[in-house]
């Protein structure tokens, strides 16, 4: 399949299709690929809470939750690092961190209190294109938490903590 869209940096090789396509990590060197649409992708959402603006780096993540059945390691599984802790997850259960051992980027999060779901990071996600539609977030949780210079985003459902019931902070 040859991209067909303005790729991000590094991953040259990225793709989709009608209803999958590819995550890369910055460097390249860890390569996903999971669906577009149900069953296998679970929902779209930002997240506010304090650790998710540690991980990012940033101010929010943006995620997508994809069932594991229908998650694809295209390359890179074995340059992936872990990182886990719990004491800081809604749940109190482990919350696991997967990142790209070279570049550093965190490409998904496993949830002891989820199990059978991985959450991705829309960032990585090589067509741009499904930022703005398929994979638009629709909701955003623990709004408690977010800076005050951003403001709700039209059309998405707002949450003050968590989104998602028996389920660890994503
Ligand atoms: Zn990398
Ligand atoms: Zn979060």
Redesign the pocket.
């Known amino acids: 399949m040859s991209p067909s869209f303005p790729l991000a940096s590094g991953a040259s090789d990225g793709w989709s299709t009608e209803n999958e396509a590819t995550a890369t990590?910055?460097?390249?060197?860890?390569q996903l690929s999971f669906p577009t649409e149900g069953p296998g992708l679970k929902g779209t959402f930002v997240c506010h809470c304090s650790d998710c603006r540690k991980i990012t780096a940033s101010m929010f993540a943006s995620n997508v939750t994809i069932d594991n059945r229908y998650l694809r390691h295209i390359r890179?599984q074995d340059?992936l690092k872990t990182f886990a802790q719990s004491h800081t997850i809604g749940s109190g259960q482990t919350m696991t961190n997967y990142f790209?051992g070279?570049?550093?980027?965190l490409m998904y999060r496993v949830g002891a209190a989820y199990p059978g779901y991985s959450v991705l990071r829309i960032g990585t996600v090589d067509d741009f294109e499904l930022h703005e539609t398929k994979l638009r977030p629709r909701l955003e949780q623990y709004t408690k938490r977010r800076v005050r210079w951003l403001k709700p985003v039209d059309g998405m459902r707002q949450f003050r903590g968590m989104a998602f019931r028996s389920q660890s902070k994503l």
Do not use: E, M, P, S
């Open positions: 990590c910055f460097c390249g060197a860890v890179g340059n790209c070279t570049c550093g980027t």
